[in-house]
C-alpha cells in the first residue's frame, strides 16, 4: 500500500480529531456523591464552629434579638435558646453527618469491590440533605420548637425531609454491600446499621411533630419521646460511623492486617445490643417504670466494653509502627479520637450514677460531656477519614502537614478545654443550688467557666478554618495524581 506523503490526514478527515468532553448536569463519575458529601461537611464544620462560638458567648454575654417579619405574626428570633438548638443541629446534622454520608459512600466501593449503586441519585441527595439542614437551622430562629429538645427541633416537614435523604443513601449503601455482606468487613456493618438508623430515626421524629401538628400530643410525650431520638441519633448513627472510620483506616494506613477479626465482631455486637437501651438514658419521668431507667443506665456503662475493644484491637494492629501515632496523619487523628472514646465513655457512665445525676443533673455538665463525644472523638475521627481520603478523592498529590497539625492540635486542645469548662461550670453550679445561692451569685461564679469555655470553641473554630483551607488548596495547587477508581480493585492493604 502506497501513502501519498503530501496528503495531510488531518486536513482530509477532521472528525478524527478528539471530541470536547462533555459535563452531565449531574456527576456521575465515581466518588461524585463522596465529594459533594465531604465539600459540605467541610463548610458546615467551619459554620457549625462559628455557631458554637456565639452559643458560647451568650453563656455569659447574653443578649436577645426580635425581627418582626411582616406576615403571620412571625418574629425572627436570636436569644441564646435558639442558637443552642442551631449549633446541635449544624454539628450533627451538617458536619458530622455530610462526613458520615462521605465516609459510607467512600468506604462502600473500596471494601465490596463494587461501584457505587445510584451514585447521580446520591449527589442530588447531597443537595437535599444540605438544603434541608439549612432550611431548618433558619426555621429554628423562626418557630417554637415547644418542647422538643434540640435534634427533633426542626419542623416535621423539614424532619421529613431529612428521613427522605437518608434513606436514600441507606439504600444506596445496602445495594452496594449486599452481594457480599455475610463476608464483609466490621466497617460495612457499623456503617450499613447506623445509615438505616438514620433514616428510621428521622422518620420517627417526622411523625411524631406531624402527629403533634395534627392531633396535638401532650407536652410530656413530646419532650420524653425527643430526648430518646436525640440520644439514639448520637449512639445509634454518629457513634457506629465512628467505629466504622476507626476500623477502615488504621489497617489501612498501618499497612497490617487488623488484629482481630474476632475482638472486632464482639465488639459490633455488644454496641448493637447495648445502645439501643442506653439511647434511653435520658428518658427520665415518673411515669417510665424504675427498671427501663436503670437499665439504661447500666447500658450505658456497657457502652465501654465495645470502646475497650475497639481501643485494644486498633492499638495492637499499629503495633511495630508506634511513630505513626505521633505524627499529622490519619493515624494521629485516630490515637487522639480513642482516648476521647474512652475519656466520654467513663463520664458518660458516671453521669448516670443516681448521686451525680442528682447533683450536676440540668447544667453544663452533660454539655461538657457532649462537647467531648461531638467535638472531640467524632470529630477527630471524622477529619482522619479526611486526611486520608481527601487526595484520593480530587485525585491530587496532597497532605499538608500543617495544615493538618493545626487541624490536630486546635480541634484537641479547643474540645478539651471547652469540655473541661463546662464540666467544671456544671460541678460549680451544683455545688452553688446545694448552697442555696441567688441566681446573681450563681452567674458571677460561672462566669470564668463560661469564658474559658469560649476560648475553647473559638480554638476549635480556627481547626475547622484549617481543614476548609486545607480542602481548598487541596483542589487548587495539589498535583494531579492517580489512584485506584472503586469497584477495580479492593483495599487489600488491610486484610478485609
Known amino acids: 500500500m502506497t501513502v501519498n506523503p503530501k496528503v495531510n490526514p488531518k486536513k482530509l478527515r477532521p472528525y478524527d480529531q478528539p471530541p470536547k468532553r462533555r459535563r ?33 458567648y451568650l453563656r455569659f454575654a447574653p443578649f436577645e434579638v426580635i425581627y418582626p417579619l411582616g406576615f403571620f405574626g412571625l418574629n425572627l428570633e436570636l436569644n441564646p435558646a435558639r442558637v443552642d438548638q442551631a449549633f446541635m443541629n449544624a454539628i450533627v446534622y451538617g458536619w458530622l453527618t455530610n462526613a458520615g454520608f462521605a465516609a459510607a459512600t467512600f468506604i462502600a466501593p473500596r471494601l465490596s469491590g463494587r461501584r457505587l449503586v445510584a451514585e447521580p441519585i446520591l449527589v442530588l441527595a447531597v443537595l437535599l440533605w444540605n438544603a434541608t439542614v439549612f432550611g431548618g437551622i433558619a426555621a429554628l430562629y423562626v418557630f417554637d420548637s415547644g418542647a422538643n429538645s434540640a435534634l427533633t427541633s426542626f419542623p416535621w416537614f423539614v424532619q421529613g425531609g431529612l428521613a427522605t435523604g437518608a434513606l436514600i443513601v441507606a439504600l444506596a449503601f445496602v445495594a452496594t454491600v449486599a452481594p457480599a455482606i455475610r463476608s464483609a468487613y466490621v466497617s460495612l456493618w457499623f456503617a450499613g446499621i447506623g445509615l438505616l438508623s438514620l433514616a428510621g430515626l428521622t422518620g420517627l421524629s417526622a411523625a411524631m411533630g406531624l402527629a403533634d401538628f395534627i392531633i396535638g400530643l401532650d407536652d410530656a410525650i413530646v419532650a420524653l419521646g425527643s430526648l430518646f431520638i436525640g440520644t439514639a441519633v448520637i449512639l445509634m448513627w454518629l457513634l457506629p460511623m465512628a467505629y466504622a472510620v476507626l ?10 492486617p487488623l488484629e482481630s477479626a474476632g475482638l472486632a465482631a464482639l465488639a459490633f455486637v455488644s454496641w448493637l445490643l447495648v445502645a439501643p437501651v442506653a439511647s434511653l438514658s435520658l428518658v427520665v419521668d415518673t411515669r417510665i417504670p ?15 466494653l465495645p470502646a475497650a475493644l475497639t481501643v485494644v484491637n486498633l492499638v495492637l494492629t499499629v503495633r511495630g509502627r508506634w511513630p505513626l501515632f505521633f505524627g499529622t496523619g490519619p493515624i494521629a487523628f485516630v490515637a487522639v479520637a480513642m482516648a476521647f472514646l474512652i475519656a466520654s465513655g467513663m463520664l458518660d457512665a458516671i453521669g448516670t450514677l443516681p448521686s451525680v445525676r442528682a447533683f450536676v443533673g440540668g447544667t453544663d455538665w452533660g454539655r461538657g460531656v457532649l462537647v467531648w463525644n461531638l467535638l472531640g472523638m467524632m470529630t477527630l475521627a471524622a477529619l482522619a477519614f ?11 498529590d496532597w497532605g499538608s502537614s500543617r495544615l493538618s497539625a493545626a487541624q490536630l492540635w486546635c480541634v484537641f486542645a479547643g474540645a478539651t478545654i471547652a469540655g473541661i469548662a463546662l464540666m467544671g461550670a456544671g460541678m460549680a453550679e451544683g455545688s452553688f443550688r446545694a448552697q442555696g445561692a441567688d441566681a446573681e451569685a450563681l452567674a458571677a461564679g460561672l462566669y470564668g467557666y463560661q469564658l474559658v469555655a469560649f476560648a475553647g470553641f473559638a480554638l476549635v473554630a480556627l481547626g475547622g478554618l484549617a481543614a476548609l483551607v486545607n480542602v481548598f488548596l487541596a483542589y487548587t ?13 479492593t483495599a487489600a492493604a488491610t486484610g478485609h
Open 24 to 56: 452531565s448536569l449531574i456527576p456521575s463519575a465515581p466518588d461524585s456523591a463522596a465529594i459533594g458529601f465531604l465539600v459540605a461537611a467541610v463548610l458546615w464544620l467551619a459554620l457549625a464552629t462559628g455557631i458554637g462560638m456565639l452559643a458560647a
Open 247 to 256: 476500623y477502615y483506616l488504621v489497617p489501612l494506613v498501618a499497612g497490617r
Open 477 to 489: 495547587t495539589g498535583e494531579p495524581a492517580d489512584y485506584v477508581v472503586p469497584g477495580q480493585a
Open 290 to 304: 424504675y427498671f427501663v431507667t436503670s437499665l439504661a443506665g447500666a447500658a450505658t456503662i456497657a457502652l465501654l
Open 386 to 396: 479526611i486526611a486520608h481520603a481527601l487526595p484520593r478523592l480530587l485525585r491530587r
